[in-house]
């Protein structure tokens, strides 16, 4: 048997990618766990920048010259729960970038199922070095947020 991982995509300046909610993710009743949305809202977020410049790869490789290694981390994270998620449900997450600071970035996203709203969260996301301490973006890094932030504004989706 074969299959394919689900690809997201891009759609002016938000992300969405495909998420099936599967018996693990689920209370004994059968309803997603709260902090499993957590995962779900990481989980687009990093195939948001898969194979780009922001990938968490690609920072994680960069030379101390060139200011690396730099990694991920969540400072601030709000989350809204609208309605229930179950077992067997096929959710879409969306991600967008807000703003792009010099050490972080903000992001909002959201779940939903059937065009409906499940879950939405507020983040920022900084980057820090292996000292632990906030690293500026290497510019090529904060050319690849600055473009999907400006591609959802142009869209008018950045408001």
Not at 10 to 26: L, N
Request: aromatic share 10%; net charge neutral.
């Amino acid at each position: 048997m074969t299959g394919t991982i689900a690809a997201g995509e891009w759609k002016d300046g938000i992300f969405h990618f495909p998420i099936r909610v599967y018996y693990e993710d689920t209370d004994i009743g059968g309803m997603v766990y709260h902090g499993r949305y957590i995962s779900f809202f990481e989980r687009v977020r990093s195939e948001s920048i898969r194979g780009t410049d922001a990938d968490v790869n690609h920072l994680f490789e960069l030379a101390e010259d060139e200011g690396g290694p730099l990694t991920y981390v969540v400072s601030s994270i709000n989350v809204k729960y609208h309605r229930q998620a179950t077992v067997g449900d096929i959710l879409i997450g969306h991600s967008m970038v807000k703003r792009v600071r010099a050490a972080a970035i903000e992001v909002k996203q959201w779940i939903t199922r059937n065009g409906k709203l499940v879950a939405e969260a507020d983040l920022v996301v900084a980057v820090i070095g292996n000292d632990g301490r906030p690293k500026r973006w290497p510019n090529s890094a904060r050319i690849c947020w600055q473009n999907m932030m400006d591609e959802a504004t142009a869209a008018g989706k950045n408001t």
